[in-house]
């Protein structure tokens, strides 16, 4: 079935057409460039200008991918939603780890676009938006060691009221803010950000939070560790570090409280990771479907087995809830004035359960040949267990998404 078939004519005939250049890009361009990645024993390789992952991230921004959502009178592709989730699936198909990152990179765009202030457009958005070389790449620095996934349950005490004391903060000096502390070294892209959006706690209240926006070529910032992954190990992460690190007043978002903008950008992110981690379900079904179909075992092919067709039908069918779910979850929080975060967290909740059982099925129909390193299946394996952790464990976000609902 065309998951876009009910669009008309006109609108069906550019999703195809970006649809196929995307799945050209993920085929050709993404998987080989995941698969180098993946056997690489050192994580901090991944910064150097020519590793394999500034390769393809060049590669993706050469074609706007990292822009897809921001309109094109700011420089971006303006893809509609449904293009968005269309691009994001393609590209999660290739590799979750790489099309995360991508998306972590234009969080500080979207932030931007949401203040609305035209100095900020021009001095960050804009020039994002309109690279080609991925020499402007976002990070949305939100964790801090001394705390996890509580700190996504927005809306009660453990996020407001903190038990652990923040580790990056602001103070007023004149008419800049001078930061202290660090954050966690799972900040998707910490590594090789030029910019990052960092919640902050401000001084003398320690209590307020905001959003500062601070480039990481200024005197006082740092790298810290990189973790070697278990999955999706092409998506750089890395710690930040900031010492009396001055950033103007002015790069401080002024949006509708922190809280909500916590809201808007989860929702962002959630819906998005839903919309990529349907490629990565997606991509397992389709390894074991083709498995299935040529492996022979005592003179006839599995897939003739009744119990595996009922396995691989289910997937099938898991692989369109997702996609309807997480389709639905991004359309609405591109297109509404208010976000909703408890459709987002189901999204990402479910497609991430989701596609790791079907990662799981399919490893199951592999039998031993699906746990030999270098195969696609084992790697997807990995890729979608992670997935489940990210942006907060789905155990977590799903009493942040109850607290809404109720």
């Known amino acids: 079935m065309d998951p876009y078939h009910e669009l008309n004519p006109q609108v069906s005939k550019q999703c195809e057409s970006l649809r196929d250049e995307a799945h050209r890009f993920a085929a050709e361009v993404m998987r080989p460039g995941a698969a180098a990645i993946d056997r690489l024993d050192d994580p901090r390789s991944l910064t150097a200008p020519d590793s394999p992952l500034m390769q393809v991230f060049k590669a993706a921004y050469g074609l706007g991918y990292h822009s897809a959502a921001i309109p094109t009178h700011l420089g971006g592709l303006g893809l509609s939603p449904v293009g968005v989730h269309m691009l994001l699936e393609e590209l999660g198909w290739g590799s979750a780890g790489i099309t995360l990152s991508l998306v972590a990179s234009s969080v500080p765009a979207m932030a931007m676009i949401a203040d609305g202030r035209p100095e900020l457009m021009e001095t960050f958005v804009r020039p994002f938006a309109e690279n080609r070389d991925a020499s402007w790449i976002g990070c949305w620095a939100l964790s801090e060691l001394r705390h996890g996934s509580d700190h996504f349950l927005v809306g009660s005490d453990e996020f407001r009221y903190p038990t652990s004391g923040a580790q990056l903060v602001a103070r007023v000096a004149g008419p800049d803010y001078l930061v202290n502390g660090s954050k966690a070294s799972w900040i998707t892209n910490g590594g090789i950000a030029t910019h990052a959006l960092c919640s902050v706690a401000i001084e003398p209240s320690k209590a307020a939070q905001g959003f500062l926006i ?89 897939c003739d087995h009744q119990l595996v067709q009922e396995r691989l039908f289910e997937m099938f ?23 909703s975060l408890e459709a987002a967290i189901a999204a990402k909740s479910y497609c991430t359960r989701t596609a790791f059982r079907i990662a799981d099925t399919a490893m199951q129909l592999f039998g031993a040949d699906g746990f030999t390193a270098g195969n696609l299946i084992e790697k997807l394996f990995r890729d979608a267990r992670l997935s489940t952790v990210e942006q907060g464990t789905n155990e977590v976000l799903a009493l942040a998404g109850a607290r809404r609902i109720l």
């Not at 692989?319 to 509404?336: F, P, T, Y």
């Open 317 to 339: 069918t898991e692989v369109e809830a997702c996609r309807a779910l997480s389709r639905a979850a991004l359309i609405h929080n591109l297109e509404a004035a208010t976000p």
């Open 214 to 302: 601070i480039p990481l070529n200024l005197p006082g910032v740092s790298r810290g560790e990189q973790p070697r992954k278990m999955g999706q190990r092409e998506m750089n992460q890395g710690a930040l570090m900031f010492e009396d690190t001055r950033v103007p007043r002015h790069f401080m978002l002024k949006g509708e409280g922190f809280e909500l903008e916590v809201v808007r950008m989860l929702a962002y992110a959630h819906s998005c990771m839903g919309a990529v981690i349907t490629g990565t379900a997606r991509a397992a079904y389709e390894e074991a479907l083709e498995h299935a179909k040529r492996r022979r075992q005592g003179g006839r092919r599995i």
